[in-house]
C-alpha cells in the first residue's frame, strides 16, 4: 500500500465498498477477496494547518477516509506468522508440483482465538493462487478440453467453514456451497459430488476453518474426521485450522522430538466410533504448526512486539499524532497488560481508540483514552457472524484497564459475605435441671 492519496474515479466516495463484504465461503466470494485485498489505498497524511484550509465538504470526506484508514490498516507480518506462512507456502507448492500417487500431507494451523489464523492462511493461500493462476492462463490449452454447455470454473483454492454442530451432511453442504454444487439425495451422494467437484474444478488446496468444531465425543465428529481424511485421496492439500488442536481429540496429547523437530502423538485409545487405523493416518499425515501470540519472556518477543507498534503507528492518521505514539514511554507495556500480545485484540483496541480519539477531538492516543475502551470479547462477532465460545474462539483473558491506586478512583476489591448463622431449633440441649423441692 501506498500513502498516496488515490486517484480521482466516477465513484463519489472511491474508498468506501458498494456492497458486503466478499463471503469467502463461496467461490464468487472468495475471487473477490483475492483480487482485492490489497487495493484500499489509506488516505495521505496533511498537517492541521493544510486541514484548516479545506471546505466543510472535504473535511467532511477527508475525516471519512482517515476513519476507513484505521479499520483497513494492513496486516503486518510478525515473527510467528511468518513460521505459519513460510511453512504453508512450501507445503502447498511441493504438494501442487509432486506426480506421484502418493497421498499428500496436510497442515494443521493451531492457536488461540484473535491470533490471526484464518487471515495469516487466507492471504498465504491467495497469494499462491495468484500464481497458480498466472501459470494457468499463459498455458490454458495444455490442462481441459473445453466442454460445452458447461461453466468452467478453475477453483485451485476453497475455503469453507465446519458448522457449530458438525455432521458429516453439514461439511459436505459446506464445501459444496462453495463451488454452488447440488448437494444430492443422501450422504453417499453428496460425498460424491463433493468429490466430482474438487477434481472438475482443479482445486488444489482445501481449507477448513474452524476444525476444532469436532468436540470428538459424538459419534457424528468421528465420522465427519473420516470424511475429512478420505478428502485426502484427491490430491488436495487439506489446511486446516483451529484452538487448541492438541486438546481437541484430533490428536492425542503429544511429545516433541527435537531431533526431527516434529511432534509424536500416541494413538487414540478411546472414542465411541473409535477407528485405529484412521487415527494413526491422522497423525502421520500432517504436520502441526503454531500461531502463538508475542512472547515477552525473552528480549527478541519483546522487540518484536515493540516493531509491530512502529509498524501500526506508522498507518496512524492522528494530526496530534507521531512516532512514538504507540511504541514509547509506558504504552507498550499497556498495550501488552491490556491485549496478552493477541494480534487480534491489540488490533481491535488500537481501531476502537482512533475512532474515539477522532469523535472526541483528542487526536491523539493515550492511555486514559485507551482506559475508557472496554473490549467486550462477547459482542465481537466470528467470521460470518458465528463464534463457538466452547471451541475456545473467544479467548478467556483479562483485557480490563488496570484500576489505578488513588483517593479519586477506589480499588475494587471482593466483598466476603458474613456466613449466615446455622438453624439450631432442632438441636439436642439435654434434659432440663430438676425443679428444687
Known sequence: MSDQAPEETERPVPFLR??????????????EFRRTRELFVPVKKISVAEYGLM???????????????????????????????????????NNAMRIGPSTLDGLMINGGGYQGKTETACRTAAEFED????????????????MPGTRDIIAPVAYCQTPVKATPIGLCEAILDYYGAPYGKNLRGMIRNVRASIKAHAT????????????????????????????MDLDVTLVLIGVNIPRSGLLREGWHDPRTKQWVYEPLKK?????????????????????DPFDFTTDAGTAAFVDHLESTENQIRLFNAGPGTLSAGAMPEYLRRRTHGIIGLLRRLIEDGLTKAMES??????????DEITINLGNIPGQYGVR???????????????PEQGPERKVETKSVKPRK????VLDDRGSPPAAEA
Open 421 to 424: 448463622r446455622r438453624n439450631t
Open 271 to 291: 472414542g465411541k466410533s473409535y477407528n485405529p487405523d484412521a487415527s494413526t493416518q491422522t497423525e502421520r499425515r500432517f504436520d502441526l504448526v503454531n500461531l
Open 55 to 93: 471546505s466543510p465538504r472535504k473535511k467532511s470526506l477527508y475525516d471519512l477516509h482517515r476513519a476507513a484508514t484505521h479499520v483497513n490498516m494492513r496486516m503486518e507480518e510478525t515473527p510467528m506468522s511468518a513460521v505459519v506462512t513460510t511453512l504453508m507456502r512450501s507445503r502447498i507448492q
Open 388 to 402: 463457538d465460545a466452547e471451541s475456545g474462539e473467544i479467548p478467556d483473558v483479562d483485557t480490563s484497564p488496570e
Open 131 to 146: 500464481t497458480w493462476r498466472d501459470l494457468f492462463e499463459k498455458n490454458r490449452a495444455y490442462y481441459f478440453d473445453p
Open 361 to 370: 477531538g483528542l487526536e491523539d492516543l493515550t492511555i486514559g483514552l485507551l
Open 18 to 31: 458498494l456492497g458486503p463484504r466478499p463471503d469467502r465461503t463461496t467461490h464468487e466470494g472468495w475471487q
Open 204 to 231: 488444489t488446496v482445501l481449507i477448513i476453518d474452524d476444525i476444532t468444531r469436532l468436540k470428538m465425543h459424538r459419534e457424528d465428529d468421528q465420522d465427519t474426521l473420516d470424511l475429512i481424511r478420505g478428502l
